[in-house]
């Protein structure tokens, strides 16, 4: 079963400053990958995702994230955050196999941006 | 156009009561899903629908969680008997056609909340 795991619950980031957001999935194959914001109040939006080719994907907002399948990883990065970007973040997987179409999200990090 | 809708926005219940969430999808979206976030557990997914039909309802907590789609439109999501770990938020998603590779849209949710 495919699972996903993002070791940091919160973050605190100063204003201006770069972030890195964490996420380290499991499955048997290549997995279509997700990064979702979840605004207080909102409810999830898309950043990006992933399904094959160039490993850096831009999305919205000045994210970008990387996929490294060496390390299982897809970390959300942002080259200076904003405090609107203060959020719960939530990195996800999804069955590139044809199988169930629910996708199957960490457990979310919630940052936090200093002024 | 408008986004995913739900209602009712909160839901306030007591213990041994049934309950009905509904999901309005994105005009033309033929896929529609159910998730539930709740503390601790992060988001789960609980069923989608491809049209009416539900493939795989084996995500469902119990057999007092149950769900219809009608017209391939509106969805209910129906929990018996309520109990206390039901309280969570239940997001309701749709995306233009079945498979992860599509965007899933999500609406704001519903609070429940099982006294």
């Known amino acids: 079963a495919q699972s996903v795991t993002q070791p940091d619950i919160h973050i605190t980031v100063s204003e201006g400053a770069s972030l890195e957001l964490r996420c380290n999935y499991s499955?048997?194959?290549?997995?279509?990958l997700f990064w979702y914001v979840q605004s207080p109040g909102q409810g999830l939006q898309l950043l990006l995702k992933?399904?094959?080719?160039?490993?850096l994907v831009q999305g919205i907002k000045g994210f970008e994230a990387e996929f490294k399948r060496s390390q299982s990883s897809f970390n959300l990065r942002k080259p200076s955050v904003h405090w609107s970007d203060a959020a719960e973040y939530f990195c996800?997987?999804?069955?590139?196999?044809?199988?169930?179409?629910?996708?199957?999200f960490g457990k979310g990090t919630h940052l936090i941006i200093q002024p | 156009g408008a986004g995913v809708s739900q209602s009712p926005s909160n839901k306030v219940t007591e213990k041994g009561k049934d309950v009905e969430l509904r999901c309005d999808p994105i005009?033309?979206?033929?896929?529609l899903y159910w998730y539930r976030q709740s503390l601790g557990q992060g988001l789960e997914f609980l069923i989608y629908?491809?049209?009416?039909?539900?493939?795989?309802k084996s995500g469902l907590p119990s057999d007092r969680f149950s769900a219809e789609r009608t017209g391939g439109s509106v969805s209910t999501l129906t929990i018996q008997r309520t109990q206390q770990e039901d309280s969570a938020v239940y997001l309701c998603?749709?995306?233009f056609g079945q498979g992860s590779y599509n965007e899933q849209f999500f609406g704001p949710g519903t609070r429940l909340t099982v006294l």
């Open positions: 998603a749709s995306s």
């Open positions: 499955y048997g194959a290549t997995p279509y």
């Open positions: 629908f491809q049209g009416n039909s539900a493939p795989d």
């Open positions: 005009s033309g979206h033929t896929a």
């Open positions: 996800a997987v999804g069955d590139s196999g044809g199988g169930a179409d629910g996708l199957t």
């Open positions: 992933y399904f094959s080719g160039d490993t």
